[in-house]
C-alpha cells in the first residue's frame, strides 16, 4: 500500500524551531517530487515547498523562504522540513505530499502533522 | 500571492449535478493547463480527482469531471452522493517562485 506518514509536530513558542518527518512506504520514493502543503485552523490549503526526486532542487513559497527548508533521504525512504524562526501564522496541519509523474499535482497524501506556534 | 477564487459553498440534492468554479489570472498559470482539484474531508488526507484541467486518475469515479475556458476552471460532480461532501479545492502550477496556488476551497453539502 502507498502510503505517507508525517511525524514531528507539536507546541512550539514563536521564534523557535521544529523538524517534521514524512515516512514514505509503498513505491520507489527516490524516483518522485514530493511536497508540503499547509492548512491553518478554519482556511483553506497553501502550498510550502517542493524537493525533486534526487534532491538536488528545492523550492519554497515566499511566505516561507528563508526559514523553512526542505530536504530528503532517499536511502530512507523519508522528506524533512525544518521550520525556523517560527511565527504564529505558521500554525497549520503540515501534509506531505507526493507529485505525479507526468504533469503538476499531488496524487498521494498523508494525514497531516499539526504544528501550533504560541506563547 | 493571492488564492484562487471558488465560491465558499455549493449544495445540491442527491442524484443532481453540481458545478464548483475556479478563477484565476493570467500570472496563476493557467495558460499551462495544470490545473487539478482535490476532494478533502476534514480530518482526513486530501484525494486528488483531477489533473491536468480534465484528467480523471485511476479509481475515481467517473461522476467527477474537469474543464477550463481562459482563466476559469470548473469541476463537476453528476449525480451527487452523500459521500461526496467534502471540501473541494482547486490547484495550478504557476511555475514561479511560490510554484503551486490552491483556491480558496469551497463547501460542498449533499441536502
Known amino acids: 500500500e502507498v502510503q505517507l506518514v508525517e511525524s514531528g509536530g507539536g507546541l512550539v513558542q514563536p521564534g523557535g524551531s521544529l523538524r517534521l518527518s514524512c515516512a514514505a512506504s509503498?513505491?520507489?520514493?527516490?524516483?518522485?517530487?514530493m511536497s508540503w502543503v499547509r492548512q491553518a485552523p478554519g482556511k483553506g490549503l497553501e502550498w510550502v515547498s517542493l524537493?525533486?526526486?534526487?534532491?538536488?532542487?528545492?523550492h519554497h513559497a515566499d511566505s516561507v523562504t528563508g526559514r523553512f527548508t526542505i530536504s530528503r533521504d532517499n536511502s530512507k525512504s523519508a522528506l524533512f522540513l525544518q521550520l525556523n524562526s517560527l511565527r504564529v501564522e505558521d500554525t497549520a496541519v503540515y501534509y506531505c505530499?507526493?507529485?505525479?509523474?507526468?504533469?503538476?499535482?499531488?496524487?498521494?497524501w498523508g494525514q497531516g502533522t499539526m504544528v501550533t506556534v504560541s506563547s | 500571492q493571492s488564492a484562487l477564487t471558488q465560491p465558499a459553498s455549493v449544495s445540491g440534492s442527491p442524484g443532481q449535478s453540481i458545478t464548483i468554479s475556479c478563477t484565476g489570472t493570467?500570472?496563476?498559470?493557467?495558460?499551462?493547463?495544470?490545473v487539478s482539484w482535490y476532494q478533502h474531508h476534514p480530518g482526513k488526507a486530501p484525494k486528488l480527482v483531477i489533473s491536468?484541467?480534465?484528467n480523471r486518475p485511476s479509481g475515481v469515479s467517473n461522476r467527477f469531471s474537469g474543464s477550463k475556458s481562459g482563466n476559469t476552471a470548473s469541476l463537476t460532480i453528476s449525480g451527487l452522493q452523500p459521500e461526496d461532501e467534502a471540501d473541494y479545492y482547486c490547484?495550478?502550477?504557476?511555475?514561479?517562485?511560490?510554484?503551486?496556488?490552491f483556491g480558496t476551497g469551497t463547501k460542498v453539502t449533499v441536502l
Open positions: 509503498g513505491f520507489t520514493f527516490s524516483s518522485r517530487a
Open positions: 524537493i525533486s526526486s534526487s534532491g538536488d532542487s528545492a
Open positions: 493570467s500570472s496563476d498559470g493557467f495558460g499551462y493547463d495544470l
Open positions: 490547484s495550478s502550477f504557476r511555475g514561479s517562485s511560490t510554484l503551486y496556488v
Open positions: 491536468d484541467v480534465s
Open positions: 505530499a507526493r507529485e505525479v509523474v507526468v504533469g503538476r499535482a499531488f496524487d498521494i
